[in-house]
Antibody, heavy 117, light 108 residues
Framework: EVQLVESGGGLVKPGGSLRLSCAASGFTFSSYSMNWVRQAPGKGLEWVSS????????YYADSVKGRFTISRDNAKNSLYLQMNSLRAEDTAVYYCARDREIVVDYWGQGTLVTVSS | SSELTQDPAVSVALGQTVRITCQGDSLRSYYASWYQQKPGQAPVLIIY???NRPSGIPDRFSGSSSGNTASLTITGAQAEDEADYYC???????????FGGGTKLTVL
């Protein structure tokens, strides 16, 4: 069974940093691209970032480019999102999701990031 | 990047058929996927590709596409289908993902 478990969310002040993690199991993690997708309270889904299976290809939404860094450790079956210079508008549930090139299929349960003073 | 446009809200009588649409230029090149999200839960994939359903998704859910519009059809809507529905596809570059704004489905 595919499982994705996010962690690392919490309350952070504007301008602060946070690192999210996603632990993957139930599939060959190193064979799949992975994504972070977020959802602000009461709002829709917003794709944040993607990383290819071997980390060669990395993409970001314009809204986070230059502030967020996606990475992965295939030996640890883990995906990460380093978030710097956080803003109030980054407040959201952050989901880790598996990428099958034509579809984003499995999602974790999400971790809440709140940016507030 | 591309945008995908969905109607914010749609309603359907119990047992009737409803279509939820998604429009965007990238849909001329890429199939849409559809996700169901209930309050407090993660999105669940219900349709992808031409018209594929993951295991466990009822066959009352189906997908179609024409030009720049993708559609999700629920044939014989059930009370448990009341949820938010999101479409998604690759953007025009093929490198990024884009989501529609979501459609809130009410089953009357």
């Amino acid at each position: 069974e595919v499982q994705l478990v996010e962690s690392g969310g919490g309350l952070v002040k504007p301008g602060g940093s946070l690192r999210l993690s996603c632990a993957a199991s139930g599939f060959t993690f190193s064979s799949y691209s992975m994504n972070w997708v977020r959802q602000a309270p009461g709002k829709g889904l917003e794709w944040v970032s993607s990383i290819s299976s071997g980390s060669s290809y990395i993409y970001y939404a314009d809204s986070v480019k230059g502030r967020f860094t996606i990475s992965r450790d295939n030996a640890k079956n883990s995906l990460y999102l380093q978030m710097n210079s956080l803003r109030a508008e980054d407040t959201a549930v952050y989901y880790c999701a598996r990428d099958r090139e034509i579809v984003v299929d499995y999602w974790g349960q999400g971790t809440l990031v709140t940016v507030s003073s | 990047s591309s945008e995908l446009t969905q109607d914010p809200a749609v309603s359907v009588a119990l047992g009737q058929t409803v279509r939820i649409t998604c429009q965007g230029d990238s849909l001329r090149s890429y199939y849409a996927s559809w996700y169901q999200q209930k309050p407090g839960q993660a999105p669940v994939l219900i349709i992808y590709g031409k018209n594929n359903r993951p295991s466990g998704i009822p066959d009352r859910f189906s997908g179609s596409s024409s030009g720049n519009t993708a559609s999700l059809t629920i044939t014989g809507a059930q009370a448990e289908d009341e949820a938010d529905y999101y479409c998604n596809s690759r953007d025009s570059s093929g490198n990024l993902w884009v989501f529609g704004g979501g459609t809130k489905l009410t089953v009357l």
